[in-house]
Nanobody, 118 residues
Framework: QVQLVESGGGLVQAGESLRLSCAAS????????VGWYRQAPGKERELVTRISYGSIFYADSVKGRFTISTDNAKNTLYLQMNSLKPEDTAVYYCNYVVGSLQNREYYWGQGTQVTVSS
């Protein structure tokens, strides 16, 4: 089991920055991927950014503005969000994928609200 606890969301104005954190604990072994997703009201959850086997993916909508990073010593995943836009408003979820190819497990944080006012 992996437990993920998020923090760092809030209300900001357009153009400002926020940093989200996701602290992981438990059986953190054989990590396949870590990432951030978001879900805006009335929309499906979408992938924002992900690190998978050393490769980093960013959604086109956040490229150049968001940065994903990890602190392995602290078992913490970060999402630095700069130049925020109102369309970035959503609940943000961190995600860990662990295990073998035959037995992958998916874990989610509780979600943190990010609201960007215009």
């Amino acid at each position: 089991q992996v437990q993920l606890v998020e923090s760092g969301g809030g209300l900001v104005q357009a153009g400002e920055s926020l940093r989200l954190s996701c602290a992981a604990s438990g059986s953190i072994r054989n990590i396949n991927a870590v990432g951030w997703y978001r879900q805006a009201p009335g929309k499906e959850r979408e992938l924002v950014t992900r690190i998978s086997y050393g490769s980093i993916f960013y959604a086109d909508s956040v490229k150049g503005r968001f940065t994903i990073s990890t602190d392995n010593a602290k078992n913490t995943l970060y999402l630095q969000m700069n130049s925020l836009k109102p369309e970035d408003t959503a609940v943000y979820y961190c995600n860990y994928v662990v295990g073998s190819l035959q037995n992958r497990e998916y874990y989610w944080g509780q979600g943190t609200q990010v609201t960007v006012s215009s």
